[in-house]
């Protein structure tokens, strides 16, 4: 069968293009069905009028007439197909358009489009998976089928399978496969919210207030005014009650370094996608997500180190919008621990002493627990949100595995312990506040050492 | 992508799946049509029972063809299972009948159920309008076959000569060759978008 297939987007997943086209739908190939109704019509016509029966006729008419019907009415020519997906980027859970425009020679008049569901790709409603149509008034036909992401990551919608058929179903084209799009679904962001500043920013703008005195918006201080000092600055009540000119003096707004580290070494639990339950990278993933549009819609600046996956490793540092595209693009290519290699302290090179380490982990995996150690002892604020699903402990179904968890669980407490015991604070994502209290506690401890100092 | 089908294999875990009987995906539509071909046989069979013919029991088995057709519909299997049927006829009803024509409708719905089968996936769902559209086409030929009916039985009757016979039959197919040539065939495949009627076979 000679059918030329002409992708313009290639099957790998870092690339792709908008459109694929077919274009040759055919050749037209004479059907079973019509063949069946040329033999059964004549074979009865023949022997009605040689054994002169008008019942054997009678019976014979009908597929007579659609042999006859089903022959002149053929395809002439060739067809093509074309198809496109709607929007290659998309949060998990949102849907996107699959649409195919078929173009057909007259005497095409029954076109079948089907688009089956692929892995945490799910096409629907079920009657819309295959449609049969027909061309209208012989222009194009055009059919959208909707194919929804139901887990973050690089998911492949298509290929559809498309096949034409002429009057009575007499000929018809092989099936042809078209249109197999890679779209990046990106973690659905966990509603977060934080109210503490983080503990020690020391950039240049922000939202943070910073311990330094400045140009900020959050009140200090009141001293007596020195040159230098802005006119609008004086506080007119104190200078009357004193005597002498008072200034008020502000702290700087700063901006933070945020570094998401997250622990891809491991994806505990079932994956059953955004509606049912989370696997421990889901919760990672969705929480890290959540994190960095937070923050970098404070004007805070992040970053990003990705753990035990081969293909990403790491976002440099950034701010904005473009900055939160980036880290959800990376967190949809993660292909967890297919990096096997032991996690070294070095991961966290080169974090300037004021940045904010919030690793992400369920804390299973062995060395994570030594990196967050190692970069707690080498100075760095580290924050370690507990990523462990709790369904997995509490599995009703299998008590061995059950008692298995229980068991790893102890030895897992008692490394939180430790951790704790070293100063890094270890909290359970919980979504919105999950942060403030060690923020804040952070920025005490910060203060505390200050006036040590 | 020769030998690309609609239906993936399933393979289940009883031999009753394993013959592909076990079809949870099938849609209302395509469930019609497959039983539709598995009931057109034993049908047949009760009209030719009810047009006099003497069936002995064992042409019961032959409305297990059914089955057949409709697990392969898009082989030749359909074809013998409606070639034993016309043997059947011949061989058991001993005469005309007007139970012919429902006869004849039952053939022609087995044959195009069974077409429609052949090619559709498990879930297809047609659309409306060429539902209707084969709705017509099927009223029509129906509609053929009973002018045929009559035109046949009236000239049994007369008995004319078998030449006039040949005659008006020839004359009638010239008619129908020349009305088909016109309303129904399209244009040749270098025929602009000015070059005949674009819909081909419609009614």
Do not use: K
């Not at chain 2, 031999?15 to 009931?39: D, K, N, Y």
């Amino acid at each position: 069968v000679s059918i030329t297939l002409a992708r313009r987007h290639s099957t790998d997943p870092a690339g792709g293009s908008e459109r694929a086209r077919l274009d040759r739908l055919g050749p037209w190939q004479r059907t079973p069905a019509a063949s069946r109704a040329l033999l059964l019509g004549a074979a009865g016509a023949v022997l009605g009028v040689l054994t002169r029966r008008v019942d054997l006729l009678v019976l014979a008419v009908p597929f007579v007439l659609v042999a006859t019907w089903g022959w002149l009415a053929r395809p002439r020519g060739t067809g093509s197909a074309e198809a496109r997906v709607g929007n290659r980027t998309l949060a998990e859970g949102d849907a996107t358009a699959w649409t195919v425009t078929l173009q057909l020679p007259p005497g095409a008049e029954e076109t079948i489009l089907r688009l089956s569901p692929g892995r945490f790709v799910t096409v629907g409603p079920d009657a819309d998976r295959t449609a049969v149509c027909a061309p209208a008034d012989g222009g194009p036909v055009t059919r959208r089928i909707v194919a929804r992401t139901t887990r973050w990551g690089m998911r492949r919608i298509g290929p559809g399978l498309i096949g034409a058929r002429s009057a009575w179903w007499a000929y018809r084209t092989p099936i042809c496969e078209l249109g197999a799009f890679w779209v990046t679904a990106t973690p659905a962001a966990a509603r977060f919210d934080a109210a503490a500043m983080a503990p020690h920013p020391e950039g240049l703008v922000g939202v943070n207030r910073s311990v330094r005195p400045g140009a900020g918006t959050e009140f200090a201080t009141i001293r007596p005014f020195q040159p230098g000092d802005r006119l609008r600055r004086i506080h007119w009540p104190s200078t009357l009650r004193s005597g002498t000119v008072q200034a008020r003096t502000m702290y700087a707004d700063a901006d933070a370094h945020v570094v998401l580290v997250v622990d891809a070494l491991s994806d505990l639990g079932p994956r059953e996608g955004i509606d049912g339950r989370a696997t421990s990278l889901d919760l990672t993933v969705r929480a890290c997500a959540a994190l960095a549009e937070h923050y970098a819609r404070s004007g805070d600046r992040i970053s990003l180190r990705v753990l035990g996956s081969e293909s990403v490793s790491r976002v440099p540092v950034g701010s904005g919008r473009a900055q939160i595209r980036r880290v959800l693009d990376t967190l949809a290519r993660i292909q967890p621990a297919t990096d096997r290699d032991a996690v070294h302290v070095r991961a966290l090179a080169g974090l300037g002493s004021g940045s904010l380490v919030v690793v992400l982990s369920p804390l299973v995996h062995p060395d994570i627990v030594g990196l967050v150690a190692a970069a707690a002892a080498s100075g760095l604020t580290t924050i370690v949100i507990d990523t462990l699903p709790g369904h997995l402990v509490a599995d009703p179904d299998d008590a061995y595995a059950a008692l298995a968890w229980r068991l790893r669980r102890l030895d897992r407490d008692e490394e939180v312990h430790r951790l704790r015991a070293a100063g890094v604070p270890v909290v359970t994502w919980v979504g919105p506040g999950s942060l403030d209290v060690v923020l804040r506690g952070l920025a005490r401890r910060t203060h505390a050492r200050l006036v040590r100092r | 992508m020769s030998g690309q089908t609609w239906n993936r294999p399933r393979w289940g875990r009883v031999a009753w799946a394993r013959l592909g009987w076990h079809r949870p995906a099938w849609g209302l539509q395509i469930t019609v049509a497959r039983t539709v071909v598995v009931l057109a046989p034993g049908a047949f069979l009760g009209i030719a029972h009810l047009a006099g013919g003497r069936l002995s029991p064992a042409w019961l088995l032959v409305a297990g063809l059914g089955l057949a057709c409709a697990r392969w519909p898009d082989t030749d299997v359909p074809l013998g299972g409606s070639a034993v049927l016309g043997i059947a006829w011949i061989v058991a009803v001993p005469g005309f009948s007007w139970l012919a024509l429902p006869a004849s409708f039952v053939g022609l719905a087995g044959h195009c159920a069974c077409a429609f089968v052949a090619g559709a996936p498990d879930d297809a769902a047609v659309d409306r309008t060429l539902a209707r559209l084969w709705a017509w086409r099927l009223a029509i030929v129906a509609a053929v076959t009973c002018v045929v009916a009559v035109l046949g039985c009236v000239v049994s009757v007369a008995s004319p000569a078998g030449s006039v016979v040949f005659t008006a039959l020839t004359l009638v197919a010239i008619g129908g060759w020349v009305l088909v040539q016109n309303r129904l065939a399209g244009p040749g495949p270098d025929a602009g978008p000015g070059g005949g009627p674009d819909r081909v076979g419609r009614v």
